[in-house]
């Protein structure tokens, strides 16, 4: 046993090898978090205050993104837009992941018929694209914040629940779990210490690059009028109230959008990251 | 891609030679049809289920949406709706009309227009299917050629390239379409501004959605491409002389695209959903406006037509693509 954990601290520095890619978006995604959890700090107006002799001022080393059709601020209203906006977007790849936990795991784990329908079930709301399946939701519940969450999250939720059902079962039928069996683990046993640990691990990563594709869903809907509305300074709703402007004022749209894309491509990288750190640390 | 790995055709017992011959590639082609079957009877089902879960009664819901107030309605108002709408009846009788209805080609009768669904989104389809069509193939042709270009050459282009690919596949389409409205109608003014349904008015939508999608297919692609270009074949076509470019073209690609054809089905609905957010940037006609207009009213027998015509189509160009294989794989040939 010594011996095998002093190998193990021996050769953990040559696996500890870290990109640029994963630094630059680590980076990235906690600017984002502080600007979610203390906005005031990074502000250098108020994102409220309207001053209509600053109207549609394009961007500028006073106004870095320009001012809007009021004259505020557009870059303080992005910095006060990300909590709305990550909390939607974590909201959402959270209720996916846990729908898709439940789905999945029935799915790769249950008796031959149950799995049958729940893998069945599985296939129609695949069958629906992400955004339809949101419509769809928001066409019966209304649209308010609340309901986005539901709506992206539920809509993303089948083609994660395929992931999970893939891990779950590569994981079931894994040699460490024959082993187990063959050791003669019960099966709860096998379930709690083996086949879930291994099949949870890579939600992280999952989770992450969710963050990021939901708020990209979210911010199109608002895009199309069925998200967070203006004068809400959320991304998607800072789009929605852009569009008016796309001629006269293109920094409106084009600025938060490109903020969106910054932290979509981040959280995409950062989960890549550790998805691929974590298949390394299962082959070594 | 499922339907693929669940078809048992390797394993399948050569046992019933002497009565009726059913050909593995026979039943896998049957399994494949009803799995479809199944999956397009759950999109229906889900489409009934939605409509049900309205909150409130849905008489009042649907005067109040054709009537955009939101009252309470006498009992002589609602009459008519529930005796219109089949509302009065057991749920069952009317989910079995719902199906019979679907199947007879009828997606029921919209809230708001008070006519059929199938004509309010059979004026606007044919502009959608344009669009979604002209997509899929400006998305290959950037996706073949860049992959073509940049796959297995030395580290910084590969890392370049996939770079690019995976950059394009997360830009949602409503940035890169204000980018493009900015850069080619209004900076260089090459296209018109407004799409309109001209031939000039589809090229900015189209690469709205290709570019991304191109980025997508040519993950998939890239990897094949790359294992591909290692694989013995490969080894024998240069010995045979044959040049660097002729053999990417000829052998390679030839197994690289086949991952990206598997995502067709997948890609056509992507595609048709992503069109309703390119539809209302561009103002163009298509299902686009009808689907934001219906669920910000709450019609929901127009929503849920477009998603369950939406969810077919996905079906039945998965299915398409299936089969194809089936017929194509010499392996599935039954000796």
């Known amino acids: 046993m010594t011996d095998l954990r002093q190998q193990a601290v021996a050769t953990a520095p040559v696996r500890r090898h870290v990109s640029a890619g994963f630094v630059a978006s680590a980076i990235t995604l906690g600017l984002f978090v502080v600007a979610a959890v203390a906005p005031n700090a990074l502000t250098p107006h108020d994102p409220f205050a309207m001053d209509f002799t600053q109207a549609l001022q394009s961007p500028s080393l006073v106004h870095w993104f320009g001012t809007d059709e009021s004259g505020r601020d557009l870059f303080s209203r992005v910095i006060y837009g990300t909590r709305e906006s990550l909390a939607i977007g974590a909201g959402a790849a ?13 799915a790769a ?23 339809l399946l949101a419509l769809l939701l928001v066409s019966i519940l209304g649209s308010s914040p609340l309901t986005l969450v539901i709506a992206v999250g539920l809509g993303s939720a089948p083609g994660y629940a395929r992931m999970v059902r893939g891990q779950v079962l590569s994981s079931k039928n894994s040699g460490y779990v024959e082993a187990a069996r063959a050791l003669g683990h019960s099966r709860s046993t096998i379930l709690r210490q083996h086949i879930l640990p291994n099949a949870l691990r890579p939600l992280i990563a999952i989770f992450t690059m969710g963050v990021g594709q939901s708020i990209v869903w979210a911010s199109g809907m608002a895009f199309i009028g069925l998200g967070v509305a203006p004068p809400s300074p959320e991304w998607g709703a800072l789009l929605d109230a852009g569009r008016a402007y796309i001629t006269q004022a293109s920094w409106l749209t084009v600025l938060p959008g490109f903020v969106i894309v910054v932290l979509a491509l981040a959280a995409t990288t950062l989960g890549k990251h550790i998805q691929s750190f974590l298949e390394k640390g299962e082959k070594a | 891609m499922t339907h693929t790995l669940s078809a048992k055709h390797t394993d399948a017992p050569p046992a019933t030679r002497r009565r009726l011959t059913v050909s593995p590639r026979a039943r896998s082609i049957v399994e494949k049809l009803v799995g479809a079957g199944i999956v397009l009877w759950g999109a229906a089902t889900a489409a009934f289920l939605a409509q049900v879960a309205l909150p409130g009664d849905r008489a009042t819901t649907i005067l109040n949406v054709r009537s955009g107030q939101t009252q309470l309605r006498t009992p002589e108002e609602l009459a008519p709706i529930n005796a219109e709408y089949g509302l009065q009846d057991p749920v069952l009788v009317q989910y079995l009309d719902y199906l019979g209805g679907l199947l007879r080609g ?43 270009l940049t796959a297995g050459r030395g580290p910084r282009i590969r890392a370049f390239g996939s770079g690019v690919d995976t950059v394009t596949a997360g830009l949602p389409p409503y940035w890169l379409g204000i980018l493009l409205l900015l850069v080619f109608a209004l900076g260089l003014g090459w296209f018109p501004v407004i799409g309109g349904t001209g031939v000039n008015g589809i090229v900015l939508p189209a690469l709205t959605l290709a570019i991304p999608l191109a980025g997508f297919m040519g993950q998939a692609t890239r990897t094949e491409f790359e294992r591909s270009l290692d694989a013995p074949f490969v080894l024998t076509a240069r010995m045979r002389g044959m040049g660097d470019v002729g053999i990417r073209l000829r052998h390679v690609l030839r197994h690289a695209v086949l991952p990206a054809v598997t995502l067709s089905g997948w890609a056509i609905g992507a595609t048709i959903s992503g069109a309703v957010i390119v539809e209302s940037l561009f103002t163009r006609p298509g299902i686009g406006s009808v689907l934001i207009t219906a669920v910000d009213s709450q019609d929901l027998p127009v929503v849920t037509g477009v998603v369950v015509l939406v969810a077919a189509t996905y079906v039945v160009a998965n299915l398409l693509v299936d089969l194809a294989y089936t017929l194509i794989d010499p392996r599935m040939k039954n000796s």
């Open chain 1, 109 to 131: 784990l249950a008796g031959r018929i149950p799995a049958g329908i729940v893998n069945r079930v599985i296939e129609v709301l695949f069958a629906f694209p992400t955004l």
């Open chain 1, 94 to 106: 959270g209720l996916a992941i846990l729908v898709a936990l439940v789905l999945g795991s029935v």
């Open chain 2, 106 to 148: 009828d997606l029921g009768i919209s809230y708001q227009q008070h006519r059929p669904v199938w004509g309010i989104i059979s004026e606007q389809v044919g502009a959608t299917l344009a669009l979604t069509a002209v997509t899929l193939v400006l998305a290959w042709v950037i996706m073949v050629f860049w992959v073509t």
